[in-house]
């Protein structure tokens, strides 16, 4: 057991959970004060990997799960980090400063002590009711060993290959694994509770897109449908659902997450409206001498100014440098987040940031979107692709709130990084239209696509 430092020192950091946040957050507080002693706890074997791959090496884009891990614990220990894996903080005394650890291999429980203490324990995949079966095959995605199991029954672990997969829930993960399944051979079909697939990331015009890209590749969509329970003994054979049996071998749940807030709660820290752990720009909690990083946290969104729960990687990685720099006596803030996230279904690449028409609405602003068709560079150039744009804007004020892009070629809805960075600067649709982007046949048109969207939007802001 270690022991607390003296008064006047950056002292003992303790850090729960090892991969994006607090690793980031590990990394940047040695690097802040080399004299800190910095401690990570984390509960699993592997620490400091990118988790958005796991889909990729399931498919056979990636080799294998160890190619997405960035650091080892044996890294980190040589750059003066202690790291130990496999033991899981149960209990946090806020008051004595110590938090209680359980070594899992061991089966033994001690005491340590911090100075000051991150809590980074991201977020757990949702497991509805029906998906609590004891039931070989049912499978949710969230680190490597859900992957390794995935992986298993693939391969026919204690039975027959799987040949039929049932993919529950239309979001990322979901979207994903379809295309990550079907290229393993399998049989897809992937269901959704609402009306459509992607429904909580574009507006409809782009869900339908979506929706038709994965029908084109022979993926099974059925939305407006509910899972009531599963099928099977031992091992899932089907998904009852309210539009009847779908046999199944492979069931992925991927309805969503929750963040993990329990040592959170138990250390006193306020939990918010968004049911992640509320932070100050500092990534502290309200509770002295405790941070909070990743997935488990809320953000602060500089479009709507209101607090979100929105987990992504690079949100994740942002907030453990902060909190980093702050426990090691530095002072950095976070500025917040506008949403931006990217993916691909198939052929497809999709991107969004900021808000949706929907999100607008739904958060009382009084919104106006354009919709525009074109191509991803010049058009006489020989291999152009469509490009669709949707772009969202304020009325009155003209201020830029969000941007959402489909294309075939997945490198071209990167252009939505342009409306991100003026989102960040709460930019209006005049200044995008101002910007001055690059052009050169083989990249764009002369006027972007963005920029005809900017133009086609200010037109419509300006009328009376």
């Known amino acids: 057991m270690g022991t607390k430092a003296a008064a006047g020192s950056t002292g003992r950091i303790v850090i729960i959970g090892g991969v994006a946040a607090g690793m980031s957050a590990a990394s940047r507080a040695k690097r802040f004060d080399p004299g800190a002693e910095v401690v990570v706890f984390e509960r699993g074997e592997y620490i400091s990997y990118g988790a958005c791959g796991l889909p990729y090496v399931i498919g056979g884009k990636v080799e294998d799960f160890e190619d997405l891990i960035a650091r080892t614990p044996e890294r980190m220990r040589g750059q003066g980090v202690s790291v130990r894996t496999g033991h899981e903080i149960t209990g946090v005394d806020a008051g004595a400063g110590t938090v209680t650890v359980l070594d899992r291999a061991a089966g033994r429980t001690t005491t340590e002590p911090f100075d000051r203490l991150l ?19 049912v499978h949710v995605l969230r680190d490597i060993p859900d992957g390794q199991a995935i992986e298993a029954s693939l391969q026919g672990a204690g039975g027959k290959p799987a040949k039929r997969a049932c993919i529950v829930g239309g979001g990322y993960i979901g979207l994903e694994m379809a295309e ?13 509770k609402g009306p459509e697939v992607a429904g909580r990331m574009l507006d409809k015009q782009l869900q339908r897109r979506v929706r038709a890209e994965l029908e084109a590749k022979g993926v099974e969509v059925r939305c407006g449908t509910a899972v009531e329970g599963l099928t ?11 539009g009847g049996l779908v046999r199944a071998d492979l069931v992925i749940v991927a309805v969503g ?3 993990n807030t329990e040592l959170a709660r138990a250390a006193g820290a306020r939990i918010g409206k968004t049911g992640a752990v509320a932070v100050n720009i500092r990534q502290e909690t309200s509770a002295a ?8 946290t809320e953000s602060l969104h500089r479009v709507t100014r209101r607090k979100v729960h929105i987990p992504l990687g ?9 909190a980093g720099v702050n426990m090691a006596g530095g002072d950095a803030t976070f500025p917040g987040i506008v949403g931006t996230a990217i993916f691909k279904v198939f052929d497809l690449g999709v991107s969004r940031t900021g808000l949706t028409q929907a999100e607008a609405e739904g958060v009382g602003l009084k919104a106006v979107s354009v919709d525009v068709d074109s191509t991803d ?11 669709h744009v949707r772009l969202t804007a304020e009325m009155g004020t003209g201020r830029l709130l969000g941007a959402q892009l489909v294309s075939p070629r997945h490198i071209s809805v990167k252009r939505v990084d342009v409306v991100a960075a003026l989102l960040h600067r709460r930019s209006t649709v005049q200044h995008l239209f101002d910007t001055d982007l690059a052009y050169a046949p083989p990249f764009s048109g002369v006027w972007d696509v963005l920029l005809v ?5 200010n037109r419509l802001i300006r009328e009376p």
């Open 180 to 192: 990550a399944l079907h290229a393993r051979g399998l049989s897809v079909i992937l269901l959704e």
């Open 289 to 296: 001498g405790i941070y909070a990083a990743g997935d488990n």
């Open 314 to 322: 690079l949100t994740a990685n942002r907030m453990g440098r902060v």
């Open 232 to 242: 099977g003994t031992g091992h899932v054979t089907g998904v009852q659902t309210s």
């Open 257 to 259: 997450v929750k963040p």
């Open 453 to 457: 969207a900017a133009d086609k939007l």
């Open 119 to 137: 809590i980074a324990t991201g977020v757990s995949a949702v497991r509805p009711a029906w998906a609590q079966a004891n039931l070989g095959g």
């Open 377 to 387: 560079h010049a058009g006489y150039y020989n291999d152009s692709l469509p490009i």
